[in-house]
């Protein structure tokens, strides 16, 4: 009888860890996962990493295989990524020790598509087309830098942003990005979405950004205001 009562308490432990593991990505070193079976419309991955292995998180386009976005998730990492339609998530372990990421997906939609652009006038014997009219398919390659976030402080620094991420920066910890040239960093204060930093060519390739700084002094500005 206690042989029976052990052996179904070691298959309901055993089951329990499988449901429990099935949402956990187990990256070996020097390797990557790229994520499968997630909805191919655009979804939301919830990344949470509780080991001292760093992992980079990139976004590629799955016609050009180009990075879209992408970022570090360090010690006791967790974020929110938005993989948009046409895109795939990947998962790097460059170290030499294999990394754990607990993740989970559910699917979003944006709640407006951008407006279609205008067709062009047809170009005049008088007056011929200029720079400015030339076609939608010589439009100007996005530009993003790479950079790193840093929280210097004792607490977690939650960020916002749009339809990239919402990080939150880990305690005493880096936080490399790749973001375009105009994207907005956000913050919550005073029970509103607030502007911390907009990417400019200003931040060059390497930067690094102490948050704790930027946050307090943003804070303060916004107190002064009438």
Not at 28 to 45: E, F, I, L, R
Not at 161 to 173: A, E, F, G, T
């Amino acid at each position: 009888m206690r042989f029976y009562y052990l052996c179904s308490l070691a298959i309901a432990m055993c089951m329990m860890s499988c449901s429990t593991s099935k949402d956990a990505v187990v990256i070996p070193a020097q390797s990557k996962h790229t994520v499968v079976n997630a909805p191919t419309d655009g979804y939301v991955a919830v990344l949470d990493k509780r080991n001292v292995t760093d992992v980079d998180v990139r976004v590629l386009s799955t016609e050009t295989g180009e990075q879209v976005k992408g970022f570090g998730l360090g010690l006791a990492g967790n974020v929110e990524v938005y993989v948009d339609k046409g895109t795939e998530l990947v998962l790097e372990n460059n170290s030499d020790r294999k990394a754990r990421v607990k993740m989970k997906t559910r699917a979003y939609s944006k709640t407006a598509a951008p407006e279609a652009p205008s067709p062009p006038s047809p170009p005049s014997s008088i007056n011929p087309p200029t720079a400015k009219e030339a076609p939608a398919t010589q439009q100007k390659k996005v530009e993003y830098i790479e950079f790193t976030l840093r929280n210097p402080g004792l607490k977690s620094i939650p960020l916002i942003i749009p339809s990239v991420m919402n990080p939150n920066l880990s305690p005493n910890s880096r936080s490399g990005v790749s973001l375009k040239i105009g994207q907005e960093i956000l913050f919550r204060y005073k029970g509103k979405k607030r502007v911390l930093l907009t990417v400019t060519d200003a931040i060059q390739n390497g930067d690094e950004i102490d948050v704790k700084a930027l946050l307090e002094k943003r804070k303060a500005e916004i107190d002064q205001e009438k």
